[in-house]
């Protein structure tokens, strides 16, 4: 049976970029391997398991800024390894970077949909109040 977060598209391209980037890392060379490359999946592990987190109700609220921060991390990363020539070609780098460009644009979406159906903070007037 599959689990509830497995549609997601979201879901999908967090999971095709943590495929992408293992191939990625395997071909890097020995000293970008174990520190930039080991650093790559692990942030690539954790997006996974923040969108499966932010499929929960309960949770979404406050795991969806943590999910936005680690693949902006992500995107960092990626910067860095096309810097320190760790990338075989720009086009690997550039198929990386477009398929986290893609899950960022997914994540922030969801953010704001989220934030827009929880109306306004606690304490907070709606946006459409206005004072006179």
Same mark, same amino acid.
């Given at each position: 049976?599959?689990?509830?977060?497995?549609? !997601?598209? &979201?879901?999908?391209?967090?999971?095709?970029?943590?495929?992408?980037?293992?191939?990625?890392? +395997?071909?890097?060379?020995?000293?970008?391997?174990?520190?930039?490359?080991?650093?790559?999946?692990?942030?690539?592990?954790?997006?996974?398991? !923040?969108?499966?987190?932010?499929?929960?109700? $309960?949770?979404? $609220?406050? +795991?969806?800024?943590?999910?936005?921060?680690? &693949?902006?991390?992500?995107?960092?990363?990626?910067? !860095?390894?096309?810097?320190?020539?760790?990338?075989?070609?720009?086009?690997?780098?550039?198929?990386?970077?477009? +398929?986290?460009?893609?899950?960022?644009?997914?994540?922030?979406?969801?953010?704001?949909?989220?934030?827009?159906?929880?109306?306004?903070?606690?304490?907070? @007037? @709606?946006?459409?109040?206005?004072?006179?």
């Amino acid at each position: 049976m599959p689990s509830y977060y497995e549609a !997601l598209p &979201i879901y999908k391209v967090a999971m095709d970029v943590a495929v992408r980037v293992d191939a990625v890392v +395997q071909r890097f060379a020995k000293g970008h391997k174990y520190t930039l490359g080991g650093r790559l999946r692990e942030t690539t592990m954790d997006v996974v398991m !923040l969108v499966a987190r932010c499929n929960r109700r $309960a949770e979404r $609220a406050r +795991q969806l800024p943590l999910l936005c921060d680690r &693949i902006e991390e992500l995107k960092l990363m990626v910067n !860095l390894g096309k810097e320190v020539k760790a990338f075989s070609s720009f086009k690997q780098f550039a198929e990386v970077m477009d +398929q986290v460009v893609m899950l960022a644009r997914q994540a922030e979406a969801w953010r704001r949909a989220t934030v827009a159906n929880a109306g306004p903070e606690p304490g907070r @007037p @709606p946006s459409s109040w206005r004072e006179s």
